[in-house]
């Protein structure tokens, strides 16, 4: 199966600021640049958490009633964590470069693009079986869209928050 890329970025107004010195000058673009490389340590703990959630939340359209291994009867909608193994092979890394902030989410169980978009399968890999069909179940997708019943983490508001905060302990004067 092809990889897939989800993209979302966020785009910030410009701002023009009127130094008075360039040293002022060089604070101020210090303090933003401060506060995009602070967010990048929140945003990986706070959006890990926002895909941890979508995971665990019993929105997700499945076709057929199925025993988990805890001996519970999952039905549809459900949610899509059973053992945590795909839970746990989450990855996020961010990079922070040029003025811009990049992250990568990745899973690394065979079986996450399986269930993130779907698609056919023999149970077990075995050739006599039939088919089987499987929904996408795209948690990464809507968590970052707010779509599926899911709602959309607010990147832009914990970015926002760490420049604030830097700004603040650099221009605050009280």
Do not use: C
Not at 78 to 89: H, K, M, P, V, W
Not at 141 to 153: D, L, Q, R, S, W
């Amino acid at each position: 199966m092809a990889r897939k890329r989800i993209s979302s970025s966020i785009k910030f107004p410009k701002v023009k600021l009127v130094y008075k010195s360039p040293q002022a000058r060089a604070k101020a673009k210090g303090g933003i640049s401060k506060g995009m490389m602070n967010s990048r340590s929140i945003i990986k703990t706070t959006l890990s958490e926002a895909l941890q959630k979508s995971m665990k939340t019993s929105v997700w359209a499945w076709p057929r009633s199925t025993i988990r291994k805890s001996g519970e009867s999952a039905g549809s909608p459900r949610d899509i964590f059973d053992t945590g193994t795909l839970s746990r092979s989450q990855k996020i890394a961010t990079n922070y470069s040029g003025g811009s902030l990049m992250i990568n989410i990745s899973y690394s169980t065979p079986y996450a693009s399986l269930v993130h978009y779907g698609g056919a399968h023999r149970p077990y890999g075995d050739e006599s079986r039939p088919l089987q069909l499987l929904p996408a179940r795209p948690w990464i997708y809507a968590t970052v869209t707010g779509t599926y019943g899911i709602e959309k983490y607010d990147m832009k508001g914990h970015l926002e928050a760490a420049i604030r905060d830097e700004w603040l302990s650099r221009f605050n004067p009280y």
